[in-house]
């Protein structure tokens, strides 16, 4: 069965920092593309960042950029969202997302495996 669950969520004060986890199962990870998606509550769901099956990395979310940092560990079939400086406006249910290509791309429906997602809350 494949599936994706993500893992490495929860509270953390403004300013910490938080890893999320993207383990696949079922499948390689290798040949896909990941992305990373956010939900806050009462909005629509966005990209947040994407990395190619070769390792590149795409930034789809202005707010995150500089902050956050997505990177891939083949060996282990995980993908993760390293999150610094967390401001409130990040918080939301972080999702990831499979795509059987090669190249990133921001909409969702391009993308074939989705996890169950983790919630992310920043607040003192």
């Known amino acids: 069965q494949l599936q994706l669950v993500e893992s490495g969520g929860g509270l953390v004060q403004p300013g910490g920092s938080l890893r999320l986890s993207c383990a696949a199962s079922g499948f390689t990870l290798d040949g896909y593309a990941i992305g990373w998606f956010r939900q806050a509550p009462g909005k629509e769901r966005e990209g947040v960042q994407c990395i190619s099956s070769s390792g590149g990395s795409t930034n789809y979310a202005d707010s995150v950029k500089g902050r956050f940092t997505i990177s891939r560990d083949n060996a282990k079939n995980t993908v993760y969202l390293q999150m610094n400086s967390l401001k409130p406006e990040d918080t939301a249910v972080y999702y990831c997302?499979?795509?059987?290509?090669?190249?990133?791309?921001?909409?969702?429906?391009?993308?074939?495996?989705w996890g169950q997602g983790t919630q992310v809350t920043v607040s003192s």
């Open positions: 997302a499979a795509r059987r290509a090669y190249a990133c791309i921001s909409f969702r429906r391009f993308y074939d495996y």
